[in-house]
């Protein structure tokens, strides 16, 4: 009786369920035996072996049955609890991602909506077109690079496979702001030449726009209207 008992113990611990109540179970299982031992003990002085073993057959088996219910309600039990903690880990561990890419694509949005405001002057009204402009879309860039990068590794670390997809996106944005720093220089030293500049990274800057949504959108496989909106949230 006290092997099953014990049997019972080491099923439970090894499918991860030793909580309180079970451990309390384990003790009535055994306290129970041990009575049952006694009674047993005290009846074969008075009654036949034979009668006495079927008893004790019979009381084995029952016992047996009933906890064999028991370690396999428990298994069960455990096994559903396992598969919801990695279900919500998992949605965790997505959403955060998307709040990520979300995030990381805001900043790439603010880097290319001042391109477009930068050089919309320069493109369609070339006579009020400034250095002051210029000379404010380079410090704005300044305080967003950092950003960006910061963006990215937190990406990395939540999933190092999408962070290889969207880096040639930044990497993009990051050739277009040479281009502006280019061409501003150039506006600089020859207002006609650099006026023409800006134009053409204007044109090249509104051609990625629609790139970049569509790529992080196939990317987390979301509506690519929902994810513009975010961007620009």
């Known amino acids: 009786m006290l092997a099953i008992a014990m049997l019972v113990t080491i099923t439970i611990n090894a499918a991860g369920q030793d909580t309180a109540l079970q451990r309390e179970l384990v003790k009535a299982q055994i306290e129970n035996q041990r009575t049952q031992a006694a009674y047993y003990s005290s009846e074969v002085k008075g009654k036949g072996i034979g009668n006495v073993l079927s008893n004790v057959i019979g009381s084995v088996i029952g016992a047996f049955i009933a906890l064999a219910g028991v370690l396999l309600s428990s298994v069960r039990q455990s096994r559903l609890e396992s598969e919801k903690w990695a279900r919500t880990r998992q949605e965790k561990i997505t959403n955060e991602i998307r709040l990520a890419v979300a995030q990381l694509t805001?900043?790439?949005?603010?880097?290319?909506?001042?391109?477009?405001?930068?050089?919309?002057?320069?493109?369609?009204?070339?006579?009020?077109?400034?250095?002051?402009?210029?000379?404010?879309?380079?410090?704005?860039?300044?305080?967003?690079?950092?950003?960006?990068?910061?963006?990215?590794?937190?990406?990395?670390?939540?999933?190092?496979?999408?962070?290889?997809?969207?880096?040639?996106?930044?990497?993009?944005?990051?050739?277009?702001?040479?281009?502006?720093?280019?061409?501003?220089?150039?506006?600089?030293?020859?207002?006609?030449?650099?006026?023409?500049?800006?134009?053409?990274?204007?044109?090249?800057?509104?051609?990625?726009?629609?790139?970049?949504?569509?790529?992080?959108?196939?990317?987390?496989?979301?509506?690519?209207?929902?994810?513009?909106?975010?961007?620009?949230?």
């Open 106 to 233: 805001r900043k790439l949005s603010i880097a290319t909506q001042a391109m477009q405001w930068t050089t919309w002057s320069p493109q369609n009204d070339p006579d009020n077109a400034t250095q002051e402009s210029l000379t404010e879309y380079d410090e704005r860039m300044k305080v967003l690079w950092p950003d960006i990068v910061s963006a990215s590794i937190n990406i990395a670390t939540l999933n190092i496979s999408i962070y290889h997809q969207i880096m040639p996106l930044i990497h993009k944005v990051s050739n277009l702001d040479k281009q502006m720093f280019f061409a501003s220089r150039q506006f600089k030293e020859n207002r006609e030449e650099g006026i023409k500049a800006l134009a053409a990274c204007r044109n090249q800057v509104i051609a990625f726009n629609t790139e970049y949504v569509n790529a992080i959108a196939d990317i987390l496989n979301l509506d690519k209207i929902q994810l513009k909106r975010t961007a620009e949230g």
